[in-house]
């Protein structure tokens, strides 16, 4: 069983940021990517926001890029999101995202999702 718990979600003024964490426990043998989603008010789908690889490697959605980093240890199973400049527009629940390996098989897991509000 493998679980991703997020952190660091919370009510920010235009201009502001934040920084999101997620953290991987279970039985990994190793985690492939690691990404962040998230689904705006009204919307069903969840967007990509930013997603990085096991070496590094990183892509962004456009609408964030330049204000958005994202960054894994892997010594510790975590990714972050680091969010600056934020936008009333980027308010939305942010779903972390991890493709985790147990044994030979590779998962797909989800965190519960963290509440992030861009409001004067």
């Known amino acids: 069983q493998v679980q991703l718990v997020e952190s660091g979600g919370g009510l920010v003024q235009p201009g502001g940021s934040l920084r999101l964490s997620c953290a991987a426990s279970?039985?990994?043998?190793?985690?492939?990517?690691m990404g962040w989603y998230r689904q705006a008010p009204g919307k069903q789908q969840r967007e990509l926001v930013a997603?990085?690889?096991?070496?590094?490697?990183?892509n962004y959605a456009d609408s964030v890029k330049g204000r958005f980093t994202i960054s894994r240890d892997n010594a510790k199973n975590t990714v972050y999101l680091q969010m600056n400049s934020l936008k009333p527009e980027d308010t939305a629940v942010y779903y972390c995202?991890?493709?985790?390996?147990?044994?030979?098989?590779?998962?797909?897991?989800w965190g519960q999702g963290t509440q992030v509000t861009v409001s004067s």
């Open positions: 997603v990085i690889t096991k070496g590094g490697s990183t």
């Open positions: 279970g039985s990994i043998f190793s985690i492939n990517d």
């Open positions: 995202n991890a493709r985790v390996v147990v044994n030979v098989f590779e998962y797909d897991y």
